[in-house]
Antibody, heavy 122, light 110 residues
Framework: EVQLLESGGGLVQPGGSLRLSCAAS????????MTWVRQAPGKGLEWVSA????????YYADSVKGRFTISRDNFKNTLFLQMTSLRVEDTAVYYC???????????????WGQGTLVTVSS | QSALTQPASVSGSPGQSITISCTGT?????????VSWYQQHPGKAPKVLIY???NRPSGVSNRFSGSKSGNTASLTISGLQAEDEADYYC??????????FGTGTKVTVL
């Protein structure tokens, strides 16, 4: 059974930094591209970033480009999202997702974690 | 990367069929068959219903079906049930090598 468990969320001041983690199990993590999706309170879903299975290719939404960095540790089966220069509008639940087939990040998100809440406020 | 456009709300009676539209552009839905649909109940993570326009993942009811014409994709729910009351989102790959979600549609079962 695929399991994705996010952690690292919390309260941070505007301009601050935070690193999210996603521990994956139940599949061959290193062969699957992974994606972060966020949802502001009471709002819709927003695609944030994706990374290839080997970690050599990364993709970002314009809203986070230059501020967020996606990475992964395939030995520890863990996905990361380093967030810097945080803004109030980055406040959201951040979901870690995996695709239905190995490199299919561009296609769809099959499995979702439970999400971790990031609150950016002074 | 503007969000895909969905109606804010759609409603129907039990047993009826409803269709949710998702309008994009030639830079996303119009060019790529990487359209997916998600159902989200309050306080829960989204669940994929349809991928690559019209494919259902294992375990998803065949009451859910998807299609695409030009820059618009559609999700049809047939035999509407009380448990179908939820928020629904479409998503597409884009020519910018990103994905984009729709604005979301709240489905109400009358």
């Amino acid at each position: 059974e695929v399991q994705l468990l996010e952690s690292g969320g919390g309260l941070v001041q505007p301009g601050g930094s935070l690193r999210l983690s996603c521990a994956a199990s139940g599949f061959t993590f290193s062969t699957y591209a992974m994606t972060w999706v966020r949802q502001a309170p009471g709002k819709g879903l927003e695609w944030v970033s994706a990374i290839s299975g080997g970690g050599d290719s990364a993709y970002y939404a314009d809203s986070v480009k230059g501020r967020f960095t996606i990475s992964r540790d395939n030995f520890k089966n863990t996905l990361f999202l380093q967030m810097t220069s945080l803004r109030v509008e980055d406040t959201a639940v951040y979901y870690c997702t995996s695709p239905g087939y190995s490199n299919g990040w561009y296609s769809y998100s099959q499995h979702w974690g439970q999400g971790t809440l990031v609150t950016v406020s002074s | 990367q503007s969000a895909l456009t969905q109606p804010a709300s759609v409603s129907g009676s039990p047993g009826q069929s409803i269709t949710i539209s998702c309008t994009g552009t030639s830079s996303d839905i119009g060019t790529y068959d990487y359209v997916s649909w998600y159902q989200q109940h309050p306080g829960k993570a989204p669940k994929v219903l349809i991928y690559e326009v019209s494919n259902r993942p294992s375990g998803v009811s065949n009451r859910f079906s998807g299609s695409k014409s030009g820059n618009t994709a559609s999700l049809t729910i047939s035999g509407l049930q009380a448990e179908d009351e939820a928020d629904y989102y479409c998503s597409s790959y884009t020519s910018s090598s990103t994905r984009v979600f729709g604005t979301g549609t709240k489905v109400t079962v009358l």
